[in-house]
């Protein structure tokens, strides 16, 4: 058996692979995580969050009898199967990338994340000496291409999908393992203080607008989080503390990425 540790937001996720008489499936498996999400693995152990467990079986459908008030739920009744009080999910045949993803997006997103003070949403971000700054706004606003814009005086952290979460009294950015549009920055299980918020807007001028509305910030946050229905009143008082306690700009950009950095140095970075 091999093991191997993925902190993933800050959450230890331990992955055992259980070799059998035909180790090809599963060597092909082992190589894909270490290729795919090498930022994400780290060495020791400590306490574990999840664990998901990977077997060969061959071809086999997965026949469990569902006992009243059962918290097992079921993705892929063919190859996987999740036991939540276990905090365990099964894959009985190695899974492709796209559906190991998957398995541990709901691990992350239904369970792991909405139950310890955090929550997903869709933006895109920068860092500068471990402080992260967070750029949201409708789909075209311009989110990825702000970042990109930026790359060189900050790195990129994020492209489609962050995580916030707030840990000891302060919130902090993880990358997610989503797969987002840009391949050209490297991910990990690294934490970032979260600094301020633009929500962005093309422009024809850089310019920068405090907001001072606590609602209009609440609201326009709500329509970029992702979650589960159930699962927003848990994280709706998390909401409401990060619009109350953080600083919302509007960023108003144009697409000149020489112009645009030296004004985020200025203005923003102060240096």
């Not at 939540?84 to 009985?92: D, E, G, Q, S, V």
């Not at 962050?162 to 919130?171: A, D, L, P, T, Y």
């Not at 998390?238 to 600083?247: C, G, H």
Request: hydrophobic content about 35%; glycine content about 6%; charged content about 25%.
């Amino acid at each position: 058996m091999e093991k191997i540790y993925l902190n993933i937001c800050g959450f230890n996720i331990l992955l055992k692979v259980h070799y059998t008489d035909q180790p090809y499936h599963l060597d092909n498996f082992v190589g894909m995580v270490k290729k795919n999400y090498s930022g994400f693995i780290k060495r020791g152990k400590g306490k574990v969050d999840f664990t998901v467990h990977v077997d060969y079986t061959g071809s086999v459908l997965l026949k469990i009898d569902k006992k009243k008030n059962s918290e097992v739920e079921y993705f892929d009744m063919r190859s996987s199967y999740l036991d939540i009080p276990k905090r365990t999910l099964f894959f009985n045949n190695p899974p492709g990338g796209l559906d190991f993803e998957f398995g541990l997006s709901i691990i992350l997103n239904k369970y792991l994340i909405p139950n310890s003070n955090g929550m997903a949403l869709h933006g895109s971000a920068v860092s500068y000496k471990n402080k992260a700054f967070i750029f949201e706004g409708r789909n075209g606003a311009g989110k990825s291409t702000t970042a990109q814009m930026l790359n060189g005086l900050c790195n990129i952290s994020a492209d489609d999908s962050i995580v916030i979460r707030k840990i000891k009294g302060r919130f902090y950015l993880f990358q997610t393992i989503i797969h987002d549009k840009n391949y050209n920055f490297k991910k990990g299980w690294q934490s970032y203080t979260v600094d301020r918020i633009f929500f962005i807007k093309k422009a024809k001028e850089y310019k920068i607008q405090k907001i001072e509305n606590k609602n209009m910030i609440l609201n326009k946050i709500l329509k970029q989080i992702f979650t589960y229905p159930d699962m927003i009143k848990r994280q709706f008082p998390l909401l409401v503390e990060f619009a109350n306690t953080k600083d919302f700009y509007y960023l108003y950009v144009k697409k000149d990425e020489k112009e645009f950095k030296k004004f985020f140095k200025k203005e923003i970075l102060k240096i």
